[in-house]
């Protein structure tokens, strides 16, 4: 039972707790005490008493600069952040975000600051160029910006903004798919080039299983018995922590990035005897690898390049593989929902946005129901 504008509840042991601020340690976190009470009011009136008595916030040294509030809000985040994501943020953060705004002072960043940056990397961005942005990481970039702020602003070291941060438009693309030619002549051409890079392409193909989740996928996680596939992993690349050198990465075995995406998958029919096979040559360790240790997704995709060049297929990026295996389970009419599921995404909607989509006859037709 805790009321709007105090920080009162109650405690385990049947005491009222409130607490206040009482000013900073010296990392820049702020510092509460607490009052006690046998019920809310007397914990109440303790606590109103204890904020007019205390005296206004120090200052906890000189004033931060946003790289400072840049490194709090990140370490705060990370608490719940995968460790791939972490290193994502901390990439462009340091390469980005600090060279041209970490050494402003906090209150010196403002929605006009802000804007006029993102805006100089959109330009730079649309003069194009080997290192060119792309308008999602300019997007990113925003979204970063904006929840550091937020989170200088809630332990005060700033005002909140007043005017909202420029994100750049996000243009819906065209997924890259292979034509059921194109398909065709790849579940042929891999049919007689079995060996464990194929048949992870057969699984993302028939599962739409991504690259990293393929490259971690170990035998352990194949039931050829009751016919599944189970989506416990992935490979991610996250920080070193034991180097000197702040861009210096590593590959790891981490779970994946969100709940659905820890999924069980019904291996189709048509799998079956390549996973039998591979299983026969390579009986333990990782499925793309063959080995012990398992394979990094740069090199699994540099392999699939090589195949689809081999095949004489044109050069797509490995996650068409998901994209192809969605497009045909909506064509041959699956339900959303089981799809959904199939493909780890948090919800339906993911997967109606991005995979079903009502042509113009499609809506003629359902118009035409009206009168009919």
């Known amino acids: 039972m805790s009321k709007k504008g105090l920080n009162i509840h ?3 042991d049947g005491r009222w707790e409130g607490r ?7 990392n820049g976190f702020i510092r509460y005490a607490s009052v006690y009470g046998k019920n809310y009011m007397e914990a109440k009136n303790k606590l109103l008493d204890a904020i ?3 005296l206004p916030p120090e200052k906890h040294g000189k004033e931060k600069s946003f790289s400072e509030i840049l490194r709090l809000w990140l370490d705060n985040k990370c608490l719940h952040l995968k460790g791939a994501t972490e290193h994502r943020y901390r990439t ?10 970490g050494a402003l002072p906090v209150t010196a960043i403002t929605s006009v600051t802000i804007n006029s940056f993102l805006s100089r990397k959109m330009r730079t961005a649309k003069r194009g160029g080997k290192n060119t942005l792309s308008p999602a990481y300019i997007r990113a970039m925003a979204q970063i910006i904006q929840s550091a702020m937020q989170f200088a602003a809630n332990e005060e070291y700033c005002k909140p903004l007043k005017t909202d941060i420029y994100k750049p438009h996000l243009e819906k693309k065209d997924l890259s798919i292979l034509s059921r030619e194109e398909q065709d002549c790849l579940e042929e051409y891999l049919s007689v080039h079995t060996d464990s890079i194929s048949t992870g392409i057969l699984i993302s193909l028939y599962a739409g299983l991504r690259i990293g989740e393929v490259c971690a996928l170990s035998w352990e996680d194949v039931d050829l018995n009751g016919k599944v596939i189970h989506i416990r992993h992935t490979v991610a690349r996250v920080r070193r922590e034991d180097s000197e050198r702040p861009s210096a990465t590593q590959l790891i075995i981490d779970v994946p990035k969100t709940p659905s995406s820890v999924r069980d998958i019904p291996i189709a029919s048509a ?5 039998i096979e591979l299983r026969r040559e390579n009986p333990t360790g990782y499925l793309t690898s063959g080995k012990e ?4 997704p740069r090199t699994y995709e540099y392999r699939f390049h090589h195949l689809l060049e081999e095949s004489g297929i044109r050069q797509i990026n490995y996650h068409a593989l998901r994209h192809t295996f969605a497009t045909r389970c909506v064509e041959s009419g699956m339900d959303v929902k089981s799809l959904s599921e ?3 995404h948090a919800n339906v909607g993911i997967t109606l946005n991005t995979y079903v989509h009502s042509s113009m006859e499609r809506k003629r037709e359902q118009l035409e129901l009206l009168h009919a």
Do not use: C
């Not at 240790?293 to 990094?296: A, C, D, K, L, T």
């Open 20 to 26: 206040y601020r009482t000013g900073f340690y010296e």
């Open 293 to 296: 240790n398992f394979m990094s």
């Open 10 to 12: 109650k405690r385990k």
């Open 342 to 344: 199939i493909l780890g």
């Open 271 to 275: 799998l079956i005897p390549y996973l």
């Open 52 to 54: 007019a008595n205390s």
């Open 92 to 101: 462009v953060i340091e390469r980005h975000i600090e060279p041209e705004l």
